[in-house]
């Protein structure tokens, strides 16, 4: 692990805040949570432990009020592992701290907007809120939070995580309603619309809905942790991306100390293609994460730190920097342990960046030799990262004439499919659906049947453009927009291509292949002005990084070669 000289390391920082009876410190466990496994011990943090302003009228002992704030502070940031640690060693202080009970559990909850969650965690929190129901609460707030987020943990046995997110939504609604001028209230509120929003609606309806009530509040409350966070999940869209980037560059300041507070801004930045803000704002959250891994378990790599680095190698990809890219797979490939090992992001982006690498840079040799990351993951449960691993072999295979090699992939990825549809894991198997609809374009490509290559292809790109992209990702390992312009300059329907190349670049600005394949239709269509529009484009997107893409020296050339219209433009 890297980048320590830039940080300063804090360990062992311990709150033991007693409370006006003099209570157990959170070093002392209170015997009521005896069958109850929960995170306890010093808070873990790197640098000034500073997560943002936040105040919550607490009515607990005043002395854990200031551990109390922390902890929301944390959860607003998705530090859930040491959002825990404050609120028990509240719990231990003062266990009919009932507010505490609540925080305890969202924490334990960890990330509202996971497709799916975590079985153990949710029996951990089922069992202390049958503890928190049995106090009396000091008033009809506390209750009224206490039975909200109930709601994520009643019968999860039975209910699917889309359907508690649908009840809590509808509950925190009601608070809404209930406590107008309550800040929080309303922040969690516009969080749960968020959580239920549907990645299929390309309105965004929930998302402008959620950003709306965010906004407002933002002005009052500019330095609050999760008023900005959630403004940036709300527009993390090319359609909304520009509404968020002044809070986007607030954020980080805003919670200096959080590793996801540092990386989440660059979602925004990459729906712009802002490829250097992005790739600031991931190395400040690896450097945060390798660091607070450090104190964790040295021997493994915190999820935030391996989904900060798939971010920073799509945006070195798009510079064209192959060799800054590498180095930070190179990293990857080294890491052996993750934590928490269940975490999805983790998984995901094991395998999205060496995909990255091969089908970026068009390697499809290398693309076919793609194998599962050796880090101790469950692999057999991560059906959407393997099938990215199908799809780039598939592409691979393709392109090289291994239609055969091609069809088991593809065969694969239906299989993967399958079991996401059977899971009702529908976003993710509605993913999977995308690449095995351009997988039969390119094997169709590869057979010499163009006009059923186009059909399928025309499909996968109709089906994307209907769908939004998950969090987890900065992108798909090609956009299928992308993948259907490529096909048609295969095919040599350069009108076709640009149309297609168009329509990618509205919605991912500044992706270094989308810029070149324009530029290459432009040339097949002799359209010397154009061509150089866009190959000037690549030069100056790259122009501050060693690259040896062979790309770049083509655009040179060529605008060396047209250099009458290029000063024409200028």
């Not at 965004?204 to 330095?223: T, V, W």
């Not at 980037?245 to 996801?260: D, Q």
Request: with cysteine; proline share 4%.
């Amino acid at each position: 692990m890297t980048h320590l000289n830039k940080l300063i390391f804090v360990l062992g920082i311990l709150l033991c805040f007693s409370s006006c009876n003099n209570k157990k410190s959170n070093s002392s466990q209170s015997p009521i949570f005896a069958n109850i496994e929960l995170n306890r011990g010093d808070l873990l943090l790197c640098g000034d432990p500073n997560f943002g302003e936040v105040s919550f009228s607490l009515s607990c002992s005043y002395e854990l009020r200031e551990t109390f704030n922390l902890g929301l502070t944390l959860i607003h940031s998705f530090e859930y592992a040491e959002a825990e640690k404050a609120f028990v060693s509240i719990l231990d202080q003062d266990p009919e701290c009932l507010m505490a009970y609540w925080g305890t559990a969202m924490s334990i909850l960890n990330h509202p907007l996971s497709f799916k969650q975590n079985p153990k965690s949710l029996k951990r929190g089922e069992e202390l809120l049958k503890i928190a129901k049995k106090l009396t609460p000091n008033n009809e707030r506390e209750k009224d939070y206490i039975d909200a987020v109930s709601i994520y943990f009643k019968d999860w046995q039975n209910l699917d995580t889309q359907t508690r997110k649908l009840n809590y939504e509808s509950k925190m609604e009601e608070l809404h309603v209930k406590y107008p001028d309550d800040v929080e209230t309303a922040v969690f509120y516009s969080l749960s619309v968020l959580a239920t929003a549907d990645l299929n609606d390309k309105t965004y309806s929930k998302q402008k809905k959620s950003g709306k009530i965010l906004e407002k509040l933002f002005e009052k409350y500019p330095n609050h942790p999760g008023i900005a966070h959630y403004i940036i999940h709300n527009y993390d869209s090319p359609e909304l991306a520009h509404m968020a980037l002044t809070t986007a560059r607030k954020y980080a300041i805003i919670a200096p100390s959080s590793a996801h507070a540092q990386h989440m801004p660059s979602h925004i930045f990459t729906r712009l293609g802002l490829w250097n803000e992005s790739i600031k704002s991931n190395i400040d959250s690896a450097d945060s994460a390798v660091c607070y891994a450090e104190s964790v378990n040295p021997n493994a790599n915190w999820v935030s730190e391996i989904h900060a680095l798939d971010y920073l190698v799509y945006a070195y990809l798009q510079l064209g920097d192959n060799v800054k890219a590498q180095s930070e797979m190179d990293k990857m490939q080294e890491i052996k342990e993750v934590f928490p090992s269940d975490h999805f992001a983790s998984a995901y982006a094991l395998i999205a960046v060496p995909s990255r690498l091969a089908i970026e840079n068009k390697n499809w040799e290398l693309a076919t030799q793609l194998e599962l990351p050796k880090t101790k993951l469950d692999w057999d449960k991560a059906h959407w990262p393997k099938a990215m691993l199908h799809f780039s072999r598939a592409l691979g295979y393709s392109n090289i004439g291994n239609s055969s090699a091609a069809e088991n992939e593809l065969k694969s990825l239906i299989i993967l499919r399958d079991k996401l549809t059977k899971a009702k894991n529908t976003y993710e198997s509605g993913q999977v659906t995308i690449q095995i609809e351009a997988v039969r374009g390119w094997i169709e490509y590869s057979k010499g049947n163009s006009k059923k290559a186009i059909e399928y292809m025309k499909l996968a790109s109709n089906l994307e453009s209907k769908t939004s992209k998950a969090a987890v990702t900065p992108g798909e390992i090609i956009p299928a927009d992308e993948l259907l312009a490529d096909l048609y300059l295969a095919l040599n329907k350069p009108k076709q291509a640009l149309e297609a190349y168009k329509i990618n670049l509205e919605g991912h600005p500044f992706r270094f292949n989308g810029i070149y394949g324009a530029a290459k239709a432009a040339v097949k269509l002799n359209d010397i002005k154009l061509a150089v529009y866009y190959f000037d484009q690549l030069v100056k997107l790259s122009a501050k990084t060693n690259s040896s893409r062979p790309e770049i020296s083509e655009a040179k050339d060529y605008l060396a070669s047209n250099s009458t219209i290029v000063a024409d433009n200028v």
